[in-house]
């Protein structure tokens, strides 16, 4: 299990192999218009951070807890 935490938000956890980029994931998801209309629509429901930049919603977060370290 792991936790990280932003502000006052606690998040996701991803699991994915060596060749994950967030600098990739972030070029394909411009072009995939399904993803696209998934992030208009969740703008309805998601607040951007005190920390985001304009247009920013997702953000690295800090880890708090792992359980493989206990």
């Not at 994931?25 to 411009?30: G, H, L, R």
């Not at 309805?44 to 792992?66: S, V």
């Amino acid at each position: 299990m792991e936790i990280y935490r932003l502000g006052t938000s606690l998040c996701m956890v991803m699991e994915v192999n060596e060749a994950f980029s967030f600098e990739k994931k972030a070029e394909q998801d411009k072009r995939n218009e399904t993803v696209q209309r998934w992030e208009e629509l969740m703008w309805k429901y998601q607040e951007p951070l005190a920390e985001a930049a304009q247009g920013e919603k997702w953000m690295l977060m800090n880890k708090i807890f792992d359980l493989n370290h206990y």
